[in-house]
């Protein structure tokens, strides 16, 4: 995993790696991908840019066919071959969790997995794909917390 943080918030890759790890090993399957941390400003601006919709996210991911059009350059943070990136907005995401009266490192991890399965083929495009997606983030997310992770 490659990790890369533009915020000013001291968060350490170590936290991602054991969240991804879990995944992995819950999922059985492994891929190597890249984490972006990004500030407010530049997570809209990505989300306008290639979702087309102006307004700010927890969280984006992009998968490796995504990244190499040429269109799409600018998401390449990492020079090394990756399978995809993770892209969160580590501010925004500590401010929903004040709104959903959940931890910072909770809402951190929610939407850490959540990327990490959007990489791993999981979708929620209807009810059926939301349902089995959400599911997956719940047990994910309950085995972290009784591993001490978060």
Do not use: C
Request: no cysteine; glycine share 4%.
């Amino acid at each position: 995993m490659e990790f890369l943080n533009l915020t000013t918030l001291p968060l350490k890759k170590d936290f991602f790696e054991k969240l991804s790890e879990l995944v992995f090993e819950m999922e059985k399957k492994k891929i190597d991908f890249g984490v972006v941390l990004v500030g407010r400003r530049r997570m809209r601006k990505l989300n306008r840019r290639f979702k087309g919709v102006n307004k700010i996210v927890p969280e984006l991911e992009f998968k490796k066919e995504d990244i190499e059009k040429p269109t799409k350059r600018e998401l390449k943070f990492f020079q090394k071959e990756i399978s995809g990136e993770v892209i969160l907005s580590p501010s925004y995401i500590k401010e929903l969790a004040l709104r959903e009266k959940v931890t910072f490192e909770e809402n951190l991890a929610f939407w850490f997995i959540h990327g990490i399965l959007h990489l791993l083929g999981f979708d929620h495009k209807d009810t059926k794909s939301t349902s089995f997606m959400r599911k997956k983030e719940k047990e994910i997310l309950k085995l972290a917390k009784e591993k001490g992770y978060v």
